[in-house]
């Protein structure tokens, strides 16, 4: 090797293994540069020994599953054990489908009931107790499945315990319930056009480890599982679980809670013997015994689907396969995907018709129209999908235009755009916004794939179009998952589905407008009703092979209790949904109204919304003297996401850091350069 050479790697390892690691916090940083810094980077230890930055320690998950009410209550335990106070903020997931109505503060001996103010109102409260050195919490809602957990004046040697208590229900599908408990956030790609100023889009800032590597907290979960039916089959394809099964009743706890289990979503199947739980009415008189709820009476309602029919009952169809092959589903999940979408394609009748669109930056379409599903063509699609390896942003919105903007074979064929990815991606409300403009044209389905993928919009594009949603967590279930994706386009289609109410003086009913059913999975209905539980509701469409389907359930065999409490947040949290999550306001002033009537109900219902959020404040001013120091928990990368999916932040810099990092890499070339060239001269 020349002396130029050696002295220039020298000076290049002195340059790189000298420079001091740097950790940022979003609140050291000038504005200019947190408006600019919206996405995900790295995070390495600063090497201050009087800083906790993992003030998080524990995490502990009860939920209890009666019918198909779940109840969770979540327990988060932040620990400084550090020298100096810190103000600690955490971003954590929940289920899309969660009315999240409850949270306590507790400080040693001191339990302090938070209380539900609009958000602006207790942002301000929060801000102020910091800086009067209260300690305080703060719970806000950044997406309808993602959250976040500031904490302020954290002292020394404090053991500070903030509890949620959230409602959702279970549906199954084909008599099998699945119970899903997230937890971890996957970074989110944020495309350039973002709007910067957005404060939903705050949480895309987050600092992740490494690949591989998990925070020191423990993460607990026990499941308690109540029927009227006995419970079989008990199966967690996610975790190692322990199971106590006596009939009617089970326990399920992790196998090794030693081992961290917060880096893939949790996620329990189980059967129940008998139908009966399936189908029919929920009532309660009274509503919630809360200061602010109005005293109404509220039901529940699930529409039981009809039976399959031959598959020459189905019309041809379209399908148009829309594949992420963008950086963070390098690895397992494009090789998942591949598998996935080879299965779905060779197994389509010659009668079907299909095409492949691939997006990462950019997107690829396999033809300019969709072509027969003969064996020349699948091979075509297949060559296609297998030179991908996972790599760059994903920019899915004009994949999707893409997809919807290819021309029709024919009016009489029923198009279906099946949309596979991770999901990692910040503008869920223009997809949703897109899907909701082609309702009626076109069913979208939607795969996930990966251990912790963003459910909101997996769930939100099959809830806005109509179709269905299934989630890959293990490659050896792609197949299996196909078959059901297989299984639900080629069953009876239960269409124009109408509810009559004769002698039930029901209102306020969500969802206004029924989608088609599939298969085996029911359509769960909220709603409010008035004066006695008598009458009945009738359920009526057309089948698939144009057959009437009739349903009728009697309104007076259901006996109305005040125990089902849990009626109203689900009745809630429908609304909302309706109003809010999936992006579908028509303009300005729809959008304004809206907003009022939400931040209504989250302030009725003491219930968390994109405009409520949760404070508790301790009365005591505990932080007299030091300055808190802001700390933001780094999240692990979900189990099989690679740190591809992270982007260009890395080490926890700023681009200004990378930036000076690279200059001075170019300047110590240039000057080694120029030196040895003035030498030889």
């Known amino acids: ?328 589903m390098y690895g397992y999940p494009i090789d998942t995907a591949k598998n996935l979408i080879g299965n779905l394609v060779s197994n389509l009748r010659r009668t079907d018709t299909f095409n492949v669109i691939l997006f990462a930056g950019t997107s690829a379409q396999m033809s300019p129209k969709s072509v027969p599903a003969t064996s020349y063509n699948i091979n075509r699609a297949l060559d296609l999908i297998e030179q991908e390896e996972g790599g760059g942003g994903t920019e899915l919105v004009p994949a999707l235009q893409s997809a919807i903007d290819i021309p029709r074979t024919s009016k009489d064929v029923a198009r279906s755009v099946i949309i596979i990815t991770d999901g990692y991606i910040s503008e869920e409300s223009e997809i949703f916004d897109i899907i909701g403009k082609n309702l009626g044209e076109t069913d979208f389905f939607s795969f996930g794939i990966g251990d912790g993928v963003n459910r909101y919009l997996i769930e939100g594009i099959a809830k806005v179009g109509q179709g269905e949603a299934f989630v890959v967590t293990d490659p050896a279930k792609a197949n299996e998952e196909a078959a059901n994706f297989r299984s639900y386009i080629q069953s009876p289609i239960l269409r124009n589905i109408k509810v009559t109410y004769n002698g039930f003086d029901a209102y306020d009913v969500e969802p206004k407008k029924l989608p088609t059913l599939f298969a085996k999975r029911p359509i769960v209905m909220y709603g409010k009703w008035k004066g006695e539980a008598e009458g009945t509701i009738e359920i009526t469409g057309t089948k698939g092979n144009g057959e009437a389907y009739r349903q009728v359930i009697q309104v007076a065999g259901t006996q109305p209790l005040e125990n089902n409490t849990a009626l109203p947040y689900l009745w809630a949290r429908a609304r909302v949904e309706q109003l809010m999550d999936y992006g579908l306001q028509e303009d300005e002033d729809s959008m304004e109204r809206f907003k009022k009537e939400v931040t209504q109900i989250g302030l009725d219902y003491s219930m968390l919304t994109p405009f409520t959020s949760f404070i508790a404040v301790t009365e005591q001013v505990r932080n007299t003297g030091s300055e808190a120091k802001d700390v933001n928990q780094p999240l692990p990368l979900p189990q099989h996401v690679s740190n591809n999916s992270v982007g260009s932040y890395t080490s926890g810099s700023e681009p200004g850091v990378a930036a000076v990092i690279v200059i001075g890499v170019f300047t110590l070339m240039s000057g080694t350069v120029r030196l040895f060239r003035k030498r030889a001269a």
């Open 1 to 328: 090797m020349s002396k130029l050479k050696k002295f220039f790697y020298l000076n290049l390892f002195l340059l790189l293994f000298t420079t001091p690691a740097v950790t940022v916090f979003a609140d050291d940083l000038p504005e200019e540069d947190q408006n600019r810094i919206l996405a995900p980077y790295f995070f390495i230890e600063d090497g201050d020994p009087s800083t906790d930055q993992f003030p998080l320690k524990e995490t502990d998950v009860k939920t209890n599953i009666n019918g198909i009410i779940a109840e969770t209550y979540v327990t988060q335990i932040y620990t400084n054990e550090g020298q100096k106070p810190i103000n600690a903020m955490y971003v954590f997931p929940g289920s899309t489908k969660v009315a999240v109505h409850g949270m306590t503060m507790q400080i040693g001996d001191e339990i302090i009931k938070a209380k539900i103010k609009e958000r602006v109102e207790a942002k301000q409260e929060f801000e102020e107790a910091k800086q009067e050195g209260k300690s305080a919490s703060l719970l806000e809602q950044e997406r309808p499945n993602v959250f976040t957990m500031n904490v302020a004046n954290i002292m020394p040697g404090d053991i500070v315990k903030v509890e949620l208590h959230y409602t959702e229900t279970i549906t199954s599908t084909d008599g099998k319930y699945e119970f899903v408990f997230p937890t971890v956030v996957g970074p989110r790609y944020v495309s350039p056009a973002t709007d910067v100023t957005d404060d939903r889009n705050n949480f895309t800032e987050s600092p992740y480890l490494m690949d591989g590597k998990t925070p020191p907290g423990s993460y607990n979960i026990t499941v308690h599982l109540n029927s009227a039916v006995p419970i079989s089959n008990v199966n967690c394809k996610s975790h190692k679980i322990v199971t106590d099964i006596d009939n009617n009743k089970a326990l399920i706890t992790l196998e090794n809670p030693k081992e961290f289990a917060g880096n893939r979503d949790f996620i329990l199947d189980y059967s129940l013997t008998g139908s009966g739980i399936n189908s029919g009415l929920m009532l309660n008189k009274g509503g919630i015994a809360g200061e602010n709820t109005p005293k109404e009476n509220f039901f529940m309602m699930t529409i039981q689907p009809p039976e399959r029919v031959a598959l020459e009952d189905i019309l041809p169809r379209e399908y148009i396969f829309v594949l992420d092959v963008s950086g963070s």
